[in-house]
């Protein structure tokens, strides 16, 4: 018992100290992710309805499409009508993708972009050549459609994903906008930005403190869970140290600041979260890398095809067309689709499972995840101090009489022991009593006269200090604080307060050692808490008291030795290694800076649900490499038909032979990605 006190009391002092050695950097925070988000998807969609209506006009005025429904629409001039609407169709719809192939050819990264601005500038150029007096068919019709699918996938898909991360803004939202300055005695309201170094602030019970700095007055229970992931706030006195952010029990308290603005911890952290996602972004998925070889295979081709066409006949008419329709049948719509509409059901299927994805290129990648990084606090735990045991001594008291006296003498304290009594005497539904003559034993409980008679609720110490025998073992003393109480001197019952252990974290553990993954825990909290918590759940490894900026740093450790690794969190501490790990999972009951940091979010924030993701992580993917298949795969057969590989023997695809594959393919795919589900 004395060596767990005395490690819960030390906790405290488990420093803050280091943090100013964090990572130095600007921690500006970026605004208007989201609104550029949505921005982005409502374009794509009115792009996408204006093209598909002046798609119309063009399908009725091509030839092919009139030569297969058997209707004719000409009056004169009305190619140039087709070229016009063909012309804006590719300037309007197809802007988009001509923008993306300049960013991705500077980036030097060619992906899906580049293959549709490639298909759809061959085809609008030949197509307009033919009007002009080149001679074959033109591809209008084709283009329109094209680009309609196009724009119609990068909906779906944008609008499937949720937007991008406001992480940094609602990291510097922590901080509270004004302070109290304490002037020549007078206590002025200013804004955050006109601390500096030295100056004395009053920070009001309840509220947050607005910047790192020392305690010089008061004492106050500190709470800093969404900081440091330790559940129960901690005692600050005198010098000691506090974090802008956190948040002040009841009491007031003077602080000379110390670190503001760009040297403040919290912007640190700021700082670690937007570099581990930078590095991140730059990972591509599947989509592009498919459409990346697609490019190289349709430039190929179709350069070749002109070359050698051109070598046997010299009619570079006929060449051009070879050329063209190699290249427009090469970009498939299928493919413009295959990877969307997967996305588009694999998002919606895994909300319905409590499976929020906001990165899909990291969701993709759970598949190869062999190592799982769990925070304690609030993810393996509940995340609140609660009552877990109630040992009775005096067999006249029951459960209720007991939490009903010491909810009396509890009510008037603002420890967090209280707090934990208090909430266990609205679930009992504990009628309040009296208590008189209220005082507080320094750092020993507190006491006072119910009925008469004297009670007290106290530490293990104060028994300790009287002589008192706690007759027999209580349980779960490891992670328990746990207090007393006495009436007349006489010890009636022990009440151990604790953060419970979730009873889903057992399952998920299991069913992840099942899969051969590793499991090892992050916390801020104790040593033996730690240790408890990990060999009761059978984890493979654990870190305590550590720093938000250490984990960030132990992530990268198990990544050195050649992990993937995802990292699963709810609090502002976990942010930066929710950044840094492959994938970072958090926890729907956690802060908002965690959802915004992580790639997928657990809303039912059960724990088991990593197992469930990292194997849906892998069916979808499965499903996207089918897609590409399919997409693809008539490509095995069309490009060398478009090619004119069998000319001689009279089989030579037309491009509306290419359409109609095409359209099976695209339809094929739509199929099979409906088929995917979350199964347990």
Same mark, same amino acid.
């Given at each position: 018992?004395?060596?767990?006190?005395?490690?819960?009391?030390?906790?405290?002092?488990?420093?803050?100290?280091?943090?100013?050695?964090?990572?130095?950097?600007?921690?500006?925070?970026?605004?208007?992710?989201?609104?550029?988000?949505?921005?982005?998807? *409502?374009?794509?969609?009115?792009?996408?309805?204006?093209?598909?209506?002046?798609?119309?006009?063009?399908?009725?005025?091509?030839?092919?499409?009139?030569?297969?429904?058997?209707?004719?629409?000409?009056?004169?001039?009305?190619?140039?009508?087709?070229?016009?609407?063909?012309?804006?169709?590719?300037?309007?719809?197809?802007?988009?993708?001509?923008?993306?192939?300049?960013?991705?050819?500077?980036? $030097?990264?060619?992906?899906?972009?580049?293959?549709?601005?490639?298909?759809?500038?061959?085809?609008?150029?030949?197509?307009? %050549?033919?009007?002009?007096?080149?001679?074959?068919?033109?591809?209008?019709?084709?283009?329109?459609?094209?680009?309609?699918?196009?724009?119609?996938?990068?909906?779906?898909?944008?609008?499937?994903?949720?937007?991008?991360?406001? &992480?940094? *803004?609602?990291?510097?939202?922590?901080?509270?906008? @004004?302070?109290?300055?304490?002037?020549?005695?007078?206590?002025?309201?200013?804004?955050?930005?006109?601390?500096?170094?030295?100056?004395?602030?009053?920070?009001?019970?309840?509220?947050?403190?607005?910047?790192? =700095?020392?305690?010089?007055? =008061? %004492?106050?229970?500190?709470?800093?869970?969404?900081?440091?992931?330790?559940?129960?706030?901690?005692?600050? @006195?005198?010098?000691?140290?506090?974090?802008?952010?956190?948040?002040?029990?009841?009491?007031?308290?003077?602080? +000379?600041?110390?670190?503001?603005?760009?040297?403040?911890?919290?912007?640190?952290?700021?700082?670690?979260?937007?570099?581990?996602?930078?590095?991140?972004?730059?990972?591509?998925?599947?989509?592009?890398?498919? &459409?990346?070889?697609?490019?190289?295979?349709?430039?190929?081709?179709? #350069?070749?095809?002109?070359?050698?066409?051109?070598?046997?006949?010299?009619?570079? &008419?006929?060449?051009?067309?070879?050329?063209?329709?190699?290249?427009?049948?090469?970009?498939?719509?299928?493919?413009?689709? %295959?990877?969307?509409?997967?996305? !588009?059901?694999?998002?919606?299927?895994?909300?319905?499972?409590?499976?929020?994805?906001?990165?899909?290129?990291?969701?993709?990648?759970?598949? $190869?995840?062999?190592?799982?990084?769990?925070?304690?606090?609030?993810?393996?735990?509940?995340?609140?101090?609660?009552?877990?045991?109630?040992?009775?001594?005096?067999?006249?008291?029951?459960?209720?009489?007991?939490?009903?006296?010491?909810?009396?003498?509890?009510?008037?304290?603002?420890?967090?022991?209280?707090?934990? #009594?208090? /909430?266990?005497? +609205?679930?009992?539904?504990?009628?309040?009593?009296?208590?008189?003559?209220?005082?507080?034993?320094?750092?020993?409980?507190?006491?006072? #006269?119910?009925?008469?008679? *004297?009670?007290?609720?106290?530490?293990?110490?104060?028994?300790?200090?009287?002589?008192?025998?706690?007759?027999?073992?209580?349980?779960?003393?490891? #992670?328990?604080?746990?207090?007393?109480?006495?009436?007349?001197?006489?010890?009636?019952? &022990?009440?151990?307060?604790?953060?419970?252990?979730?009873?889903?974290?057992?399952?998920?553990?299991?069913?992840?050692?099942?899969?051969?993954? $590793?499991?090892?825990?992050?916390?801020?909290?104790?040593?033996?808490?730690?240790?408890?918590?990990?060999?009761?759940?059978?984890?493979?490894?654990?870190?305590?008291?550590?720093?938000?900026?250490?984990? /960030?740093?132990?992530?990268?450790?198990?990544?050195?030795?050649?992990?993937?690794? !995802?990292?699963?969190?709810?609090?502002?501490?976990?942010?930066?290694?929710? !950044? +840094?790990?492959?994938?970072?999972?958090?926890?729907?009951?956690?802060?908002?800076?965690?959802?915004?940091?992580?790639?997928?979010?657990?809303?039912?924030?059960?724990?088991?649900?990593?197992?469930?993701?990292?194997?849906?992580?892998?069916?979808?993917?499965?499903?996207?490499?089918?897609?590409?298949?399919?997409?693809? =795969?008539?490509?095995?057969?069309?490009?060398?038909? %478009?090619?004119?590989?069998?000319?001689?023997?009279?089989?030579?695809?037309?491009?509306?032979?290419?359409?109609?594959?095409?359209?099976?393919?695209?339809?094929?795919?739509?199929?099979?990605?409906?088929?995917?589900?979350?199964?347990?």
């Amino acid at each position: 018992m004395d060596k767990k006190k005395e490690n819960m009391s030390n906790h405290k002092n488990h420093g803050h100290e280091n943090h100013s050695n964090g990572h130095n950097g600007d921690g500006e925070e970026k605004h208007g992710h989201h609104n550029h988000h949505e921005m982005m998807i *409502e374009d794509f969609k009115t792009r996408f309805f204006i093209s598909l209506i002046v798609t119309v006009p063009i399908l009725i005025l091509s030839p092919m499409i009139q030569s297969w429904f058997n209707f004719s629409v000409q009056f004169t001039g009305d190619k140039y009508v087709l070229l016009a609407l063909a012309t804006f169709i590719f300037f309007y719809g197809g802007w988009p993708f001509l923008k993306g192939l300049k960013e991705e050819l500077e980036k $030097k990264e060619p992906g899906m972009m580049t293959l549709i601005a490639m298909a759809i500038t061959v085809s609008y150029l030949f197509s307009a %050549a033919t009007v002009l007096g080149l001679e074959g068919n033109d591809f209008f019709w084709e283009l329109a459609t094209l680009i309609d699918i196009m724009l119609l996938g990068h909906w779906i898909e944008m609008r499937s994903i949720m937007s991008a991360s406001s &992480a940094l *803004e609602k990291l510097a939202k922590l901080m509270p906008s @004004t302070a109290h300055l304490i002037e020549n005695g007078d206590v002025v309201e200013v804004n955050l930005s006109k601390l500096k170094p030295g100056d004395k602030i009053l920070v009001k019970p309840g509220e947050k403190i607005p910047a790192d =700095g020392v305690i010089i007055k =008061g %004492a106050s229970y500190i709470n800093e869970s969404m900081l440091t992931g330790e559940s129960k706030p901690v005692e600050k @006195t005198l010098n000691d140290k506090l974090i802008g952010g956190s948040i002040n029990g009841d009491s007031s308290l003077e602080l +000379e600041v110390q670190g503001t603005g760009k040297d403040s911890y919290l912007s640190k952290v700021i700082t670690m979260v937007e570099r581990a996602q930078e590095s991140k972004s730059k990972t591509q998925n599947l989509a592009d890398r498919a &459409a990346f070889w697609l490019t190289i295979i349709a430039l190929t081709v179709g #350069i070749g095809t002109f070359v050698v066409w051109y070598l046997i006949n010299g009619d570079v &008419a006929f060449a051009i067309t070879r050329m063209a329709t190699v290249m427009v049948i090469t970009c498939p719509h299928a493919l413009g689709l %295959a990877m969307p509409l997967v996305v !588009a059901v694999s998002t919606a299927e895994s909300a319905k499972n409590g499976l929020l994805i906001r990165n899909r290129t990291q969701f993709e990648n759970a598949r $190869k995840v062999d190592t799982v990084v769990f925070d304690k606090t609030g993810t393996l735990t509940v995340g609140e101090f609660k009552v877990n045991f109630i040992e009775i001594f005096d067999q006249s008291f029951d459960e209720k009489k007991v939490i009903q006296y010491a909810s009396a003498l509890e009510r008037n304290s603002e420890h967090p022991i209280a707090t934990g #009594i208090m /909430q266990k005497a +609205e679930e009992l539904d504990v009628k309040p009593v009296n208590a008189e003559e209220f005082t507080a034993i320094k750092g020993k409980g507190v006491q006072g #006269i119910i009925d008469g008679k *004297e009670v007290l609720v106290v530490s293990p110490g104060y028994l300790r200090e009287e002589g008192i025998d706690v007759p027999g073992n209580l349980p779960d003393t490891d #992670i328990s604080t746990d207090v007393f109480l006495l009436i007349e001197k006489k010890l009636i019952a &022990a009440i151990g307060l604790s953060d419970k252990i979730r009873e889903e974290s057992m399952e998920a553990i299991e069913s992840l050692h099942k899969q051969g993954i $590793k499991t090892w825990m992050l916390t801020g909290d104790n040593e033996v808490t730690a240790k408890f918590v990990s060999e009761k759940l059978g984890l493979d490894g654990y870190y305590a008291e550590v720093l938000p900026d250490e984990k /960030q740093e132990k992530i990268r450790e198990l990544q050195m030795q050649g992990r993937y690794v !995802a990292m699963t969190g709810d609090g502002v501490n976990d942010a930066p290694a929710l !950044a +840094e790990a492959d994938v970072g999972i958090a926890i729907g009951s956690g802060t908002d800076i965690a959802a915004e940091t992580a790639d997928v979010i657990l809303v039912d924030s059960n724990p088991k649900d990593v197992a469930t993701l990292i194997n849906f992580g892998k069916k979808t993917y499965s499903k996207m490499i089918q897609n590409l298949i399919w997409a693809t =795969g008539y490509n095995v057969i069309a490009i060398p038909l %478009a090619a004119g590989v069998l000319y001689n023997f009279g089989i030579v695809i037309s491009p509306a032979v290419g359409a109609i594959l095409m359209s099976l393919s695209t339809i094929i795919v739509a199929i099979n990605a409906k088929l995917l589900k979350v199964e347990d």
